[in-house]
Antibody
C-alpha cells in the first residue's frame, strides 16, 4: 500500500535551516510528483508547490519562493523540503503529499512534520 | 486566488444522522476541480472526493459530493463513529491551489 512517512519534529533557532524528509513506498516513486502543504498555527492549509520526480523540475507557489527548496533522491524514494533562514512565522506543520498525474489534488499524504522556530 | 469558505465551522450530530457540509468558492472552480479531505487528530489527511463528486479509492458510498461552479457539498449519510473528524475542501482548477478553513464534525 502507498505510504508517505515523514521525519520527526524539529526545533530550530531563527536564521537556521531545516530539512524535512518524506519516505515514499508502495508505488513507483518517479511516476508521481510530490507536493508540499503547510499549516501554520490558526491558518488554513496552504499549497507550497511541488516537484516533478521525472524531470526534477520544482514549482513553487508565490509565497514560497526564495527560502524553500524541494528535492528528492529517487534511489531511496525520499523527497525533501529544505527551509533556509528560518523565521518564527515558518513555525508550522509541513505535509508531503503525492500529486495525482496531470492534476493538482493529492491522493496520499504524510503524517506531517512540526517545525518550530524559536529562540 | 480562489478563496474557499466552508460552513458551518462546526457541525454537531449523532451517529446515524446525515451530515451536509458546504464549500463556497469566491469564483467559479474550473472544470469542477474540487476535492474533499478528511483529517483526524494526529493523522494524515485522507482524500475522499475529487472532481466534486467522484469517490476516491476505498471510500464508502455513504460519502457523496455534489455541486458545481461556486457551490459544493459533501454529504455523509448514516454517520459512523469514525466519521467524526475535520473536513477540508480544496480547489485545483487554478493556481494557487487553495483549501477551505475546514469543518469540524463532532459528536453531539
Amino acid at each position: 500500500q502507498v505510504q508517505l512517512v515523514q521525519s520527526g519534529s524539529e526545533l530550530e533557532r531563527p536564521g537556521a535551516s531545516v530539512k524535512v524528509s518524506c519516505k515514499a513506498s508502495g508505488y513507483t516513486f518517479t511516476d508521481y510528483g510530490m507536493t508540499w502543504v503547510r499549516r501554520a498555527p490558526g491558518q488554513r492549509l496552504e499549497w507550497m508547490g511541488w516537484v516533478a520526480t521525472d524531470t526534477r523540475e520544482p514549482t513553487y507557489a508565490q509565497a514560497f519562493t526564495g527560502r524553500f527548496v524541494f528535492s528528492f533522491d529517487n534511489t531511496i524514494t525520499t523527497a525533501y523540503l529544505q527551509i533556509f533562514s528560518l523565521r518564527a512565522e515558518d513555525t508550522a506543520v509541513y505535509y508531503c503529499a503525492r500529486k495525482v498525474r496531470g492534476l493538482y489534488y493529492f491522493d496520499y499524504w504524510g503524517q506531517g512534520t512540526l517545525v518550530t522556530v524559536s529562540s | 486566488e480562489i478563496v474557499l469558505t466552508q460552513s458551518p465551522d462546526t457541525l454537531s450530530l449523532s451517529p446515524g444522522e446525515r451530515a451536509t457540509l458546504s464549500c463556497r468558492a469566491s469564483q467559479s472552480v474550473s472544470s469542477n476541480y474540487l476535492a474533499w479531505y478528511q483529517q483526524k487528530p494526529g493523522q494524515a489527511p485522507r482524500l475522499l472526493i475529487f472532481r466534486a463528486s467522484t469517490r476516491a479509492t476505498d471510500i464508502p458510498d455513504r460519502f457523496s459530493g455534489g455541486g458545481s461552479g461556486t457551490d459544493f457539498t459533501l454529504s455523509i449519510i448514516r454517520l459512523e463513529p469514525e466519521d467524526f473528524a475535520v473536513y477540508y475542501c480544496q480547489q485545483y482548477g487554478s493556481s494557487p491551489y487553495t483549501f477551505g478553513q475546514g469543518t469540524k464534525l463532532e459528536i453531539k
